[in-house]
């Protein structure tokens, strides 16, 4: 039983193409994150939601689009694939917002655009 | 925001060393995480810890958050200690984990 599942671990894109990005936790937690981590293994947030509600929005390119149906999910869409998203992505997801308690990463998705 | 550093960048053991990884951070926190990435890429969760002493097995972790360090220690390594060890601090009402830049961690039988 997969705690934090993100589909595809794979993805091998051309430039231009629009990409999504599936997350789902069976952990019962309230908030969720996206996070990419680059070719020097630096990991930045990108969003943040708590309870379907989005909390943080990290000067993230407009490309980008995240999407909460439920606090299980948070999906992520991104249009017009550049070289530079090249990279990991990783969802994760944490008890509350307030603690941060029980921070769980899923097993990351790598991105490969051509 | 609140910065984080994290010493030796990198680091070889032979197996069965111990080791002590530090993180210094530049603000007062209310959240500090270790978190161990391994060579194929899975990130897992060590220490919950924002202040005071756990242990783990053969890890374990100290933060000092009055004088804005935390420690992990390894001791007994094994080769399958080996991988990045990240350290994750959430000042006040931030919200938000910023990590540092990890210490690259080899263990060589």
């Known amino acids: 039983d997969t705690a934090v599942s993100q589909t595809p671990k794979y993805l091998v894109t051309q430039m231009g193409n629009d990409k999504s990005i599936k997350c789902e936790q069976n952990?019962?937690?309230?908030?969720m994150y996206w996070y990419k981590q680059d070719s020097k293994k630096f990991l930045k947030i990108m969003f943040s939601y708590n309870n379907k509600e989005l909390i943080i929005n990290e000067t993230v390119p407009n490309r980008f689009s995240p999407k909460s149906p439920d606090k299980a999910h948070l999906n992520l869409h991104i249009n017009s694939l550049e070289l530079g998203d090249s990279a990991v992505y990783f969802c994760?997801?944490?008890?509350?917002?307030?603690?941060?308690?029980?921070?769980?990463f899923g097993s990351g998705t790598r991105l490969t655009v051509v | 925001g609140i910065q984080v550093e994290q010493s030796p960048p990198d680091l070889i053991l032979q197996e069965g060393a111990n080791s002590t990884l530090r993180c210094n951070f530049s603000?007062?926190?209310?959240?500090l995480q270790w978190f161990h990435q391994n060579p194929w890429g899975q990130l897992i969760n060590l220490f919950y810890i924002p202040s005071g002493t756990k242990q783990n097995g053969r890890l374990s972790a100290t933060t000092v958050a009055t004088e804005r360090y935390s420690l992990l220690y390894i001791s007994s390594s094994q080769t399958t200690d080996s991988g990045v060890y990240f350290c994750?601090?959430?000042?006040?009402?931030?919200?938000?984990?910023?990590f540092g830049k990890g210490n690259q961690v080899v263990v060589i039988p």
């Open positions: 603000d007062s926190v209310n959240n």
């Open positions: 952990l019962g937690h309230d908030t």
């Open positions: 994750a601090v959430e000042g006040w009402g931030n919200n938000r984990l910023a």
């Open positions: 994760a997801s944490s008890q509350d917002l307030r603690t941060s308690y029980g921070y769980t």
